[in-house]
Each structure stands twice: as C-alpha cells, then as structure tokens.
C-alpha cells in the first residue's frame, strides 16, 4: 500500500526537474509550465483516478443491489436522503446527546488520545526495559504474552467494576489494547540495535541517558514506530466498541444508538466517518514515524 | 630503556558456553612503541578480532594484562578509539553529526563550541570528506564511510587506533586510496596504529612491524616481521624494492606453507 505510493512521489519530484534540463534551450514559458505542469496532473491521476473509479462501481452495485422493495439495507442514494442533516451539519448540538458527528467523533478521538498517549509512554518504557534487562525479559514476556491475547473488550466489566465510571474504563480499555504491539516492538527494537552501535557508545562512554538520546531511540525508533502504528488501529477499533457498551457522548454509542432507533441511513453515514478518521490517524502516525526516523530504516 | 607505550602481557581468551569453554588466545605477548604502525594478519578466525577487541577494552582477556602507559586496561575508552570493520556510522546522523558526537563527548571540558566544530571540521579534512559533511551515511560510498569513521577515530585524539579490517569491505581502487591517507596521516599525527587485516601487501606497505598470528584454536603470535622500508612509501616504488619483496615473502611463508589454513571439511 504505502511503497507504491513512494514510487509516484519520487517520480512526481524527479520528472519536474528532468523537464527543467529539457526546457532550458527553449525558454518558451507556456510549454515549460506545461511540460513541469503535466507530470504532477498525471502522477495525481493515476493515484486518484483508481479508487476513485472502484468507488463509483462499488456505489453503483450496491445501489443496484439494494434498490429492490423489500431490501433490508438502504441504496446509497436513500442513505443520503435520509440522513442529509447529518451529512451537512456535523456541527450541531443541540445538548444531550443529539449532536452532529463531530462532536461524537471528537468525543471518541480524546478517548483513544488519552488512553493511546497513557499507552505509548508506558509501552515505549515498559519495552525498552524488557529489551535492555535480560531478566525483565525472561520475568515480564512471557505474562505480556498471556496478556497480549485478552480481547480488548474482555477488559471492560474488570474496568468497570475497578474504576466505576465508564469513562476511566474506555481509556483504560484502550491503553491495554494498544500497549502490547508498542511493549513488543519497542523490545524488538532496543534488542536488535547493532553491537557495534553499543561499542561506539562504549568506546564513547556515552552515560546511560546519553546512550538513550543518541543511539537507543534513534535505533529503535522504526520498530518503536511500527509498535506505534498498531497501536493506534487498535485502539480505534476498540473504542468504538467499548463505547456501545458505556454510552454517552461518542461515535461508539452513537451507533448503537441509530441501530436502536432503526435509522440504518445514520449507522452508515458514522461508519464513513469512522473508517475516514481511522485511515487519517494511521496516516498521521507514519507522517510523524517519517519525519522522525528519517532515512533511518534503509540503511 | 623506557617502557613499553603499549604492552600485552600474557594475554588469553577463552570463551565458554555452558560446560564447553574453546581457547581462542594464548599468552600473547607483544610490545608496542609509541607512534609505530603494526599490523596483525593472521587466517581468518584466528582470533585478530577478539586480541583488537581486548585492547580496546570491549572484551575482557581472560588471562593475562593490556597496559597502556602502564596502567590496566579495563574498560573501552576514548585513548583506544576503534575503526571497525563494518564502518558503523550512526544512519540517523550525518557525516559531520558523527564526527561531531565523537568530539563533544570528549573534548567538551576541554574545547569550547567553536573550537569544537573547528576540531570535527579538520578531522573531516584530513580524510577529505568535509565536502559531504551535511550528508547521510547511506548516500555515501563504502570508501566515504571507512573515511568518516577514521575521522571520528581520529577526532577523539586516541593514544592508540586500533583498525579491525578497516578496508576488508572496499574495492581494490578504493582501498589504496584509503591506504595512502591512511599513511599519510600516520606520518603527519604520529599516531601509534594497531590494524588488523588479511591482506599482505597492506600490511607490508603500511607497517613497521607485522605480527603474525597462528591458527586457532589457541592462536598464539607465530613470528613478528620487521619492515626496514623508509618512509614515505610509494607504492609504485615499492613493487620491485627488494626489501619490499622479501617481507611479502616472508609473510606469504608464514601464512601460507607454516601455517596454512585447514578449512574444516
Ligand atoms: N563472543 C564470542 N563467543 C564465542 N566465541 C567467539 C566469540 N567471539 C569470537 N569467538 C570465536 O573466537 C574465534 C576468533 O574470532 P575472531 O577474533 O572474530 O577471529 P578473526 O577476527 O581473526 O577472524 C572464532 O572461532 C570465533 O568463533
Ligand atoms: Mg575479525
């Protein structure tokens, strides 16, 4: 997914300035902004077009599919009839919960930052622990990996039941969702930095917080961020679950709430939203692996 | 007579894995002056990387002592800075970035910030590679590399550089290039320079003394070569210098009727 679209922005840098070179004997302004124009458009189209296409098929079966009387699933087109003021105003609040998707999904969103954050810190620390001290290791993997396989949800009723509030226990179901893939990869990480990344530091004499700033982060950062990466999905599927079964304010509960009330057009318009923001906070997280590790994976 | 700048007395390694315990070293004694060059070539396994290692203070000697202007040597520092052979630059820095940790860590007391960046600056330009200075490592060559990774040695003005296979990675042209700086730096720091490598003709061109390492298990030094050649070496001079001549031989002896390489079938 992510290496092809490398690919095209590679091109779309290179092709620019091999134009330039063409360009230089013939200053002719309309063609050189053509011919630096020209390959951006197509290296935009064939990113945009494709899913664009299969978007507009996928629309155009289920719209065939579910045109019939006494389908059980609305065609897009009912969808958004139906659900034109939720489409247009996700801004509304009109108090309780009656508000427009927004504000729901905002709701959600600084459940999973606050649970994700809570998660990355300890996970990033618990890991580099494991991954420096052999004996941290042999005592806390083989209970992380117990633990690992409890279904995030399984951890509510324990939640509710410790913190008595739904909301401390949404957050805490989504800390233990996304803690493990960044305990495990963070330890993955530290335990493959190069032996002669830790000679250097030794030759050096790095201290122990220079070691961890200069060498240990930095060589663990694309594993520490491919733990973070996990994280974050993980935590987005779960918090719409955990949701439905605490209530209030959220995209979670918002769902089940339309599901109640039998307005289908409203669950499908919130899973768009859902899977849209999922998808961005996916990007942001590798936006940010990107901008941190630097050329550090491929060499 | 003045001691030893550099001694190894006795020295022995063993490794052990569980019960079984192989003896990679043994009682290796060797004296080394201060500002000489002195190669150690040995077959490959023999254990050159583990003696280089016990002198840097990264691998404890399992008998025996490492002095350096007679006090022990226990633990890896700065005075016994290593080239390694696989050129490990940190990939998240720049040339001048992993110069320049080498310099701020050890000359931080002693050199303020502009004499800092002057001092990782210089470094750079003795290997000639101020120009990529803003650079990655991976958009360097192999060649570069080994040179950024000398600078950073040298940066942190070592009382001994110690080379494992410094050039065992790089192509023929690439190596006498890095060859010839290499001896052109000797000449004008006067370093004392202990470098480990499996090719001959390197070891006679840059060397004053080459020891030569038998085979393991157990590898002890076989013979230790004098190369009476005055310097400045010439290469080119050299291909038909008979002193040249007869320490190849001597070394191409030892290694290859003495003591020659079993491979294990
Ligand atoms: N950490 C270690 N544990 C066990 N055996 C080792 C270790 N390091 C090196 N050896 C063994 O010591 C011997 C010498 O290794 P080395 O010094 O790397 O040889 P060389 O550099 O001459 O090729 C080899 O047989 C190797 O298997
Ligand atoms: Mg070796």
Not at chain 1, 154 to 169: I, K, V
Not at chain 2, 174 to 196: C, F, K
Request: aromatic residues 6%.
């Amino acid at each position: 997914m992510s290496l092809p679209a490398i690919e095209t922005e590679t091109k779309v840098h290179r092709l620019p300035g091999a134009a330039k070179v063409l360009a230089l004997p013939a200053p002719s302004s309309a063609a050189a902004l053509q011919s630096r124009v020209m390959p951006l458009l197509r290296a935009l189209a064939t990113r945009i077009v494709p899913p664009l296409v299969t978007l507009a098929a996928l629309l155009l079966i289920w719209e065939l599919l579910c045109s019939r009387t006494g389908s059980s699933l609305p065609p897009p087109s009912q969808v958004i009839n139906d659900s034109w003021e939720l489409i247009i105003d996700p801004f509304y609040d009109r108090g309780g919960l009656d508000k427009g998707l927004f504000w729901h999904l905002f709701a959600s969103l600084k459940r999973v930052m606050l649970g994700y954050a809570i998660a990355a810190v300890i996970g990033v620390a618990l890991g580099t622990l494991i991954g420096q001290s052999t004996w941290a290791m042999r005592g806390l993997d083989p209970i992380f990996q117990v633990l690992r396989t409890v279904p995030p949800l399984a951890w509510l009723p324990l939640s509710l039941a410790a913190f008595r509030d739904g909301e401390p226990s949404a957050i805490f179901v989504i800390f233990v969702t996304a803690v493990w893939p960044i305990v495990i990869n963070t330890a993955v990480g530290i335990r493959n930095i190069p032996q002669d990344y830790r000679n250097v530091a030794r030759v050096l004499r790095l201290n122990p917080a220079e070691y961890a700033i200069k060498i240990m982060i930095p060589a663990a950062a694309p594993y520490i961020f491919t733990g973070l990466k996990i994280g974050i999905g993980l935590s987005w599927l779960a918090i719409v679950a955990a949701e439905m079964l605490i209530g209030g304010v959220g995209i979670g509960f918002f769902i089940w709430d339309a599901w109640n009330s039998s307005l289908i057009s409203d669950i499908i318009v919130a899973l768009t939203y859902v899977g849209i923001v999922g998808f961005l906070l996916d990007r942001l997280v590798a936006l940010v692996a990107h901008a941190v590790t630097r050329g550090t994976a491929n060499s | 007579m003045a001691k030893p700048y550099l001694s190894l007395e006795s020295v022995g390694k063993s490794f052990s894995r569980g019960a079984a315990s192989t003896e990679v070293l043994k009682e290796i004694d060797l004296k080394v002056e201060r500002g000489e060059f002195i190669s150690i070539i040995g077959h490959s396994g023999c254990g050159k990387s583990t003696l280089l290692n016990i002198v840097a203070g990264l691998t404890d000697a399992t008998t025996g002592v490492v002095l350096l202007e007679d006090k022990e040597v226990n633990d890896p520092g700065p005075d016994r800075a290593v080239v390694f052979q696989n050129h490990s630059l940190l990939p998240w820095l720049t040339v001048y970035e992993n110069v320049s940790l080498a310099v701020d860590k050890v000359s931080r007391k002693t050199r303020s910030k502009a004499e800092r960046h002057a001092w990782t600056m210089h470094n750079l330009d003795l290997v000639q590679m101020a120009h990529a200075k803003d650079k990655r490592p991976s958009e360097i060559s192999g060649g570069m590399k080994q040179r950024v990774g000398i600078a950073r040695a040298l940066a942190m003005e070592p009382k001994v550089l110690l080379l494992d296979e410094p050039f065992g990675a790089l192509d023929a042209l690439t190596r006498a290039h890095l060859q010839d700086s290499v001896m052109q730096i000797h000449a004008t720091l006067g370093n004392t320079v202990m470098m480990i490598t499996h090719d001959v003709d390197e070891a006679v061109l840059l060397s004053d003394r080459i020891v030569m390492m038998t085979n393991g298990p157990s590898a002890r030094i076989g013979e230790i070569l004098d190369v009476p050649l005055a310097r400045p070496r010439k290469r080119l001079e050299l291909v038909s210098d008979a002193a040249y001549i007869r320490c190849r031989q001597a070394v191409l002896k030892f290694l290859y009727e003495r003591h020659r390489f079993v491979e294990a079938a």
